[in-house]
């Protein structure tokens, strides 16, 4: 911070960050933000870290977000924050807490209502902070005098919301002198309310009390509140089945006997399907129905389930608040019956045998694929599907303990992976990274491989070349050349973004090929390593067509075919 007993503004901001966990910060250079810029640049604990574009840093900090708890972007006003805004969106859906810095024009320049670049040339200067608002939870716009109470306010919101914010600096405010904070901004924790818990407790062990077939169900905002000890650790002390959402994928550890697999409504496999439909009683942590996980076919009745959200709890209908999360599944696991009926154990997919024939010349299935990346995971990866085919793919894995696992499959946005595996890279370098993307995804955001290089990072790249947007393919117009892109090199792709660092790469068109590449991809690798899975565009992984078929009577029926219990938006 500044000498003496003042400090400036940027670097007061910077100092909460620090206080809150971030350690790095991307984005990009504007005229605007380049003062806050060098304050970061001589900031102790906090590194710059550059991006190609907005979208890619907007990207890369949701990723580093997910890992180290929270991550912060730069851009600049006008252009540069409107093209993060799309990623602002997806932190938003998903629950991620990002801060998002602009620079912004100074203080007189704005109260004159001047005409100036970067934005519609009439004055309006809180036009896109109006956009920004419908994807962030708070907004502020600092000046000398407001800045300690506004960044405290903010950076709250932002923590106990888990969802991203927007602080502008002015140009001149940047610089100006203000005292120093008079304490660290630790993490904030809910204020203890007894009375709603007491009551959510007491509902809920009425609930319970009857149970027999108890089951557990996760979802995201579990992991985002850090709950993965305690649902880890209730599942086992109670003996109780437990599945995950896709949006929960890497909270439960799906080595042991508990772990049912993925519940996605009418789309799950029918064993996992009984275990969570057939529960007497069903606890939900953290979870989020839409359509693409079950809202239209989940049978599930709302008259046996508890749940555990973001700031409520709800059993059979009647909804306790304030209620933190951390003390509901703590209440939980006090007065949870140990289950005793025997289910089915590991219920996921049944797959041919994972060993792969290294002289085989067959072409690469997808059925044959997705075990191979299965055997190639190790404990403690992060692994970075991408939306459409790797997504589901994963999906049909056990992963190994340890393993974190990032994907946006609410947003759904294609490009997500590549910038948002930088964004975790960064975040914990120590671990192995594992980014599966789609030739047509990786097309969206490639120029963040440049940072992956430069960076140092050495992550192993599968690249599914199957010729275009085969998710969208799953949906409508298989044989439409609307779903075809351009065939690249992608295996070159690491030299084409570097002139400097030696890269290893591969393409491969057969079993055979397969097997000998991922032999060889044990721990992590010595250089980046990009491997290009040629495939048959018309090959499908398990779940795509019954999902696809879905899709399309969901986004163009005038009527929507509902098979489940639950309110139109999802359970709360």
Same mark, same amino acid.
């Given at each position: 911070?500044?000498?003496?007993?003042?400090?400036?503004?940027?670097?007061?901001?910077?100092?909460?960050?620090?206080?809150?966990?971030?350690?790095?910060?991307?984005?990009?250079?504007?005229?605007?933000?380049?003062?806050?810029?060098?304050?970061?640049?001589?900031?102790?604990?906090?590194?710059?870290?550059?991006?190609?574009?907005?979208?890619?840093?907007?990207?890369?900090?949701?990723?580093?977000?997910?890992?180290?708890? %929270?991550?912060?972007?730069?851009?600049?006003?006008?252009?540069?924050?409107?093209?993060?805004?799309?990623?602002?969106?997806?932190?938003?859906?998903?629950?991620?807490?990002?801060?998002?810095?602009?620079?912004?024009?100074?203080?007189?320049?704005?109260?004159?209502?001047?005409?100036?670049?970067?934005?519609?040339?009439?004055?309006?200067?809180?036009?896109?902070?109006?956009?920004?608002?419908?994807?962030?939870?708070?907004?502020?716009?600092?000046?000398?005098?407001?800045?300690?109470?506004?960044?405290?306010?903010?950076?709250?919101?932002?923590?106990?919301?888990?969802?991203?914010?927007?602080?502008?600096?002015?140009?001149?405010?940047?610089?100006?002198?203000?005292?120093?904070?008079?304490?660290?901004?630790?993490?904030?924790?809910?204020?203890?309310?007894?009375?709603?818990?007491?009551?959510?407790?007491?509902?809920?062990?009425?609930?319970?009390?009857?149970?027999?077939?108890?089951?557990?169900?996760?979802?995201?905002?579990?992991?985002?509140?850090?709950?993965?000890?305690?649902?880890?650790?209730?599942?086992?002390?109670?003996?109780?089945?437990?599945?995950?959402?896709?949006?929960?994928?890497?909270?439960?550890?799906?080595?042991?006997?508990?772990?049912?697999? %993925?519940?996605?409504?009418?789309?799950?496999?029918?064993?996992?399907?009984?275990?969570?439909?057939?529960?007497?009683?069903?606890?939900?942590?953290?979870?989020?129905?839409?359509?693409?996980?079950?809202?239209?076919?989940?049978?599930?009745?709302?008259?046996?389930?508890?749940?555990?959200?973001?700031?409520?709890?709800?059993?059979?209908?009647?909804?306790?608040?304030?209620?933190?999360?951390?003390?509901?599944?703590?209440?939980?696991?006090?007065?949870?019956?140990?289950?005793?009926?025997?289910?089915?154990?590991?219920?996921?997919?049944?797959?041919?045998?994972?060993?792969?024939?290294?002289?085989?010349?067959?072409?690469?299935?997808?059925?044959?694929?997705?075990?191979?990346?299965?055997?190639?995971?190790?404990?403690?990866?992060?692994?970075?599907?991408?939306?459409?085919?790797?997504?589901?793919?994963?999906?049909?894995?056990?992963?190994?303990?340890?393993?974190?696992?990032?994907?946006?499959?609410?947003?759904?946005?294609?490009?997500?992976?590549?910038?948002?595996?930088?964004?975790?890279?960064?975040?914990?370098?120590?671990?192995?990274?594992?980014?599966?993307?789609?030739?047509?995804?990786?097309?969206?955001?490639?120029?963040?491989?440049?940072?992956?290089?430069?960076?140092?990072?050495?992550?192993?790249?599968?690249?599914?070349?199957?010729?275009?947007?085969?998710?969208?393919?799953?949906?409508?117009?298989?044989?439409?050349?609307?779903?075809?892109?351009?065939?690249?090199?992608?295996?070159?792709?690491?030299?084409?973004?570097?002139?400097?660092?030696?890269?290893?790469?591969?393409?491969?068109?057969?079993?055979?090929?397969?097997?000998?590449?991922?032999?060889?991809?044990?721990?992590?690798?010595?250089?980046?390593?990009?491997?290009?899975?040629?495939?048959?565009?018309?090959?499908?992984?398990?779940?795509?067509?019954?999902?696809?078929?879905?899709?399309?009577?969901?986004?163009?029926?005038?009527?929507?075919?509902?098979?489940?219990?639950?309110?139109?938006?999802?359970?709360?």
């Amino acid at each position: 911070m500044g000498s003496g007993q003042e400090t400036r503004v940027g670097e007061l901001l910077l100092g909460r960050l620090h206080d809150l966990g971030v350690r790095h910060i991307f984005g990009v250079p504007g005229d605007y933000n380049m003062e806050f810029l060098d304050q970061i640049e001589a900031f102790p604990g906090i590194e710059w870290v550059g991006s190609c574009n907005e979208l890619n840093a907007a990207y890369a900090a949701d990723g580093y977000a997910r890992l180290a708890g %929270i991550g912060a972007l730069v851009t600049t006003f006008g252009p540069g924050e409107l093209s993060a805004v799309n990623g602002l969106a997806g932190a938003m859906a998903e629950s991620v807490p990002v801060v998002s810095i602009v620079g912004g024009p100074t203080t007189e320049i704005m109260q004159r209502r001047a005409a100036m670049h970067h934005s519609l040339g009439d004055g309006d200067f809180e036009r896109w902070v109006r956009i920004a608002a419908e994807v962030t939870v708070a907004q502020t716009t600092l000046t000398a005098a407001n800045a300690d109470a506004e960044t405290a306010r903010v950076l709250r919101e932002c923590w106990l919301q888990r969802r991203p914010v927007y602080v502008r600096i002015p140009g001149d405010v940047a610089r100006q002198r203000v005292a120093p904070p008079a304490r660290r901004l630790d993490r904030p924790v809910p204020a203890p309310a007894p009375d709603p818990l007491d009551a959510f407790t007491a509902a809920a062990q009425r609930l319970l009390a009857e149970a027999v077939r108890p089951a557990l169900l996760v979802g995201h905002l579990a992991m985002r509140y850090g709950l993965t000890g305690a649902v880890n650790a209730f599942v086992e002390e109670r003996n109780w089945p437990a599945a995950t959402q896709s949006l929960g994928r890497g909270l439960l550890d799906e080595t042991r006997s508990n772990f049912l697999g %993925i519940y996605n409504g009418g789309d799950s496999t029918e064993p996992v399907r009984q275990v969570i439909e057939g529960a007497d009683a069903l606890v939900c942590v953290g979870t989020k129905f839409f359509d693409w996980d079950g809202l239209f076919s989940a049978d599930l009745d709302p008259a046996r389930i508890v749940v555990v959200g973001a700031a409520s709890a709800t059993v059979a209908g009647t909804t306790f608040a304030p209620v933190a999360p951390e003390e509901a599944v703590r209440r939980l696991r006090d007065i949870a019956p140990e289950r005793t009926v025997e289910w089915p154990r590991y219920l996921g997919e049944q797959r041919p045998p994972a060993v792969l024939d290294p002289d085989s010349r067959a072409p690469i299935r997808q059925a044959r694929l997705w075990p191979a990346v299965e055997e190639l995971l190790e404990p403690g990866d992060i692994v970075v599907p991408e939306t459409g085919t790797p997504s589901f793919g994963v999906a049909t894995l056990r992963l190994p303990r340890g393993v974190t696992c990032v994907q946006p499959p609410l947003w759904g946005a294609i490009g997500y992976a590549t910038a948002a595996a930088f964004g975790a890279g960064t975040a914990a370098p120590e671990r192995r990274l594992v980014l599966i993307t789609g030739d047509g995804s990786l097309q969206q955001t490639v120029q963040e491989l440049s940072r992956v290089v430069a960076t140092g990072q050495r992550p192993i790249i599968i690249v599914v070349n199957n010729g275009g947007y085969t998710v969208e393919r799953a949906i409508n117009g298989p044989h439409q050349h609307y779903n075809d892109i351009d065939n690249w090199r992608y295996s070159e792709l690491l030299s084409v973004f570097n002139r400097h660092v030696p890269c290893d790469s591969y393409v491969v068109g057969t079993e055979g090929e397969l097997a000998q590449v991922f032999g060889r991809l044990r721990g992590t690798p010595a250089r980046p390593t990009i491997v290009e899975v040629l495939a048959d565009p018309q090959d499908l992984p398990a779940g795509m067509p019954e999902w696809g078929r879905e899709t399309a009577s969901v986004d163009y029926q005038q009527a929507v075919t509902r098979s489940g219990w639950l309110p139109w938006g999802g359970l709360s």
